[in-house]
């Protein structure tokens, strides 16, 4: 990675102190320092083993892309040099016609173009040297996930620093948003994969009966790791290290075959980094190894899918984190006045956090026991809780004695209990210095949600600062607003089981939202209020945040557009023909019977056949109903068409797979064409 240590080393210190101060402050880049700047990072490639250099972006699909370029070019004597030059570090031109856009550029508009982003570090990845940018439009908007998040950064560090100077804090001139994103995946065989047309084409199975053993003996989270899961652990953690990320926790999770890897915390911009080369390095190594690493949100039906937790702090320059609490956090006005934000936020941008990761394969995950209901509230614990309630009711507080845990063993080491515990069912719980957001879906980009959660925390932080820079008495002021605030706002806050349901009824009452599907979020992203909020903090303009719209409803119909044909395809090639087989097959073994003796007695292929006959007519007609309602469908309202998909076709799809899956149970295994649940999750 050409970090800070490398370029201490490669770059004159002019020109590092230059880039530093852009990295660490924001300050605007120096364009005259490109040339230098270029020239040190294409020696230090070439060194690496590089030859070709890559603008490295991040459309609008939870992927990245890339054009690779050779160092080469040609002399005038016929030879050539390596050459890499400030214009080529700081401007690319990709094709944009063919890249998600919703409406930003048509097709015959191709030009794009890529800029380098110096607060991301570049990198070397095979023979390549990768240099992060952002992806813009000729006319300038931006194609990216990367170009709204920066923007969401500049205006999360303006408003905090406006209340650092409330409080006497003019010594900060940065604040960084922090992120330490864990990630979820699963590993199967790779052979055993080629074999199930709908994990390839679709990343999760369309159908499957389930395994007689799943996770009910709660044997496999935290067990010891297979030998096999373990080399890839070993090889991934290495590939990673590579490239300056820094991959710290690994462990077995819920579901068979389900994995997760945690890297350390770093600025929001380089975690965005690094999760996309986490996730494309997982699927790299797993092919190298004959596995196969799924990241769909739900690739098994019946067992927890994969999640990604976001946990989001800030913190100044200097290095100190704005969520730390402190030995006594009633007397922590900034905490608690940053924390009052993040509350008052939540609860009035709720949608915008929901549909921040709303998601075909996430609706399939979202509010089963793996994962949070889509219900958005915020866990903080009893010391916060009630912290926050004695300021609101104006009432004195004495902190609570954390005392050591006794396990009654003298040899045990004496142990402090946390002030509060943890609540795995909250979608965005407080975890002693950071929050914890557990909606995510395991494939998607952690940009949107960072975008989202900077710009709503910007917001209130910049709503507060201008109350109290008006301020004569700050203290009484900064009571009162913080006593106002958890008035208004505390519905969100919700400490309990987010499974149970009495608290979808108690959400309910007090007006929050529930919002289950995609189909339900998506359109709360063009409501007046979110459209006012991005536009007056520049991170989208509306241009943007309609194509972001219209990209996501494509997107979402696509995928389902894509599963439901795939699944027929499947229903018609493989299993009705491979019913038909079996039927054969009894048939034959009865008649043999009466055959050799009229006597003998066929009542178990009869019974068996009659079985096979009634599930064969359900699967016909659940089939010919899945057509119809695909061959039914218009395009000629956005919103109508999100709903449809949401509703008749998967609707239709499940009806269907109920059909196969119950003949997957009594057809013959020697018939059955695809590998069960039991081979896909027990094959490592």
């Known amino acids: 990675m050409f970090c800070n240590s490398t370029m201490s080393k490669k770059l004159p210190k002019d020109t590092y102190e230059k880039l530093k101060s852009t990295i660490k ?68 031109e990709p094709d944009a016609s063919s890249f998600p856009s919703g409406g930003l550029r048509t097709t015959f508009e191709a030009r794009g173009y890529t800029a380098w982003d110096p607060t991301s570090y570049a990198f070397i990845k095979g023979h390549t040297l990768y240099i992060p940018t952002v992806f813009y439009s000729y006319g300038g908007e931006a ?70 053993k799943g996770q009910e003996l709660e044997e496999h989270y935290f067990g010891a790791i297979r030998p096999r899961v373990m080399e890839f652990m070993n090889k991934l953690n290495k590939e990673l290290w590579k490239l300056g990320v820094f991959a710290k926790t690994e462990h077995n ?8 890897i945690a890297v350390t915390f770093t600025s929001v911009n380089i975690a965005t980094d690094h999760n996309q080369l986490v996730m494309e390095t997982m699927k790299y190594i797993a092919e190298k190894m004959d596995l196969v690493c799924l990241l769909h949100e739900k690739p098994f039906k019946g067992i927890n899918g994969s999640g990604k937790h976001n946990n989001w702090s800030i913190s100044t320059d200097s ?27 939540v609860d009035e941008y709720q949608d915008l956090l929901r549909l921040s990761v709303a998601s075909a394969g996430n609706d399939h995950r979202l509010g089963a026991n793996e994962a949070p209901p889509a219900i958005i509230s915020i866990f903080l614990g009893r010391e916060l809780t009630e912290i926050l309630e004695a300021i609101e009711n104006k009432e004195n507080y004495s902190s609570l004695k954390v005392n050591d845990i006794e396990l009654g063993v003298n040899v045990l080491p004496h142990t402090s209990k946390d002030a509060t515990d943890r609540n795995r069912t909250s979608p965005f719980a407080f975890t002693g210095n950071k929050f914890e957001l557990r909606m995510l879906g395991s494939k998607e980009s952690i940009a949107d949600v960072n975008t989202i959660l900077n710009t709503i925390v910007a917001e209130e932080l ?12 700050l203290k009484e002021d900064l009571n009162n607003l913080i006593a106002k605030t958890l008035k208004q706002h505390k519905r969100i806050i919700f400490n309990g089981n987010n499974y149970s349901k009495e608290w979808k009824e108690e959400a309910k009452n007090r007006g929050l939202l529930n919002l289950k599907t995609t189909a339900d979020a998506l359109p709360y ?54 019913v038909i087989n079996y039927q054969k097959d009894l048939l034959k073994v009865a008649s043999m ?19 096979i006959a009634r599930l064969s007519r359900e699967l016909f007609e659940k089939l010919k109903n899945l057509e119809e309602v695909i061959d039914k469908l218009e395009f000629k309202n956005k919103e109508k068409t999100l709903a449809y998909h949401e509703t008749s076709i998967l609707q239709s799809m499940s009806n269907l797979r109920s059909v196969v899956d119950e003949l997957e149970k009594n057809v013959s295994k020697e018939f059955w064409p695809f590998p069960t649940y039991s081979e896909l999750l027990f094959s490592v």
């Open 143 to 212: 194609l990216d996930k990367k170009t709204p998040l920066l923007r969401s950064v500049k205006a999360i560090n303006d408003q905090t620093l406006r209340i650092l100077k409330l409080f006497g804090n003019t010594s900060a001139k940065n604040v960084r948003v922090t992120v330490g994103p864990e990630q979820e995946y699963f590993l199967i065989d790779k052979e055993i994969y080629k074999k199930r047309k709908d994990l390839v084409l679709c990343g999760r199975t369309l159908f499957g009966a389930d395994s007689p």
């Open 462 to 473: 910049c709503f507060f600062a201008d109350e109290l820079e008006k301020s004569k008495n």
């Open 525 to 578: 992203l063009i409501k007046e209020k979110n459209v006012k909020l991005f536009l007056k903090h520049g991170v989208y303009t509306k241009s943007e945040l309609y194509s972001r719209y219209d990209v996501r409803i494509k997107n979402y119909c696509r995928i389902i557009d894509v599963e439901a044909r795939t699944l027929i395809d499947l229903v018609k090639k493989q299993i009705i023909p491979a």
């Open 253 to 260: 999770e819920v579901a068979p075959a389900q994995h997760e």
């Open 25 to 92: 402050t924001g300050a605007d880049l120096d364009s005259s320092i490109a040339n230098v700047v270029a020239n040190a990072m294409k020696d230090w490639a070439i060194e690496k083993g590089a030859t070709h250099f890559a603008h490295w972006f991040h459309p609008m699909n939870d992927l990245t892309a890339q054009k690779h370029d050779s160092f080469i070019f040609p002399t005038s004597s016929g030879g050539v040099i390596m050459e890499f030059s400030g214009k080529e570090l700081i401007k690319g």
């Open 593 to 611: 019977k009466k055959f050799i003796n009229k006597n003998i007695d066929s009542y178990l292929e009869d019974e068996i056949c009659i079985d």
């Open 319 to 345: 290095g100190v984190n704005l969520l730390d609490p402190g030995l006594n956090p009633y007397e922590n006005d900034q905490f608690l006045l940053i924390l009052c934000g993040i509350i008052k936020g």
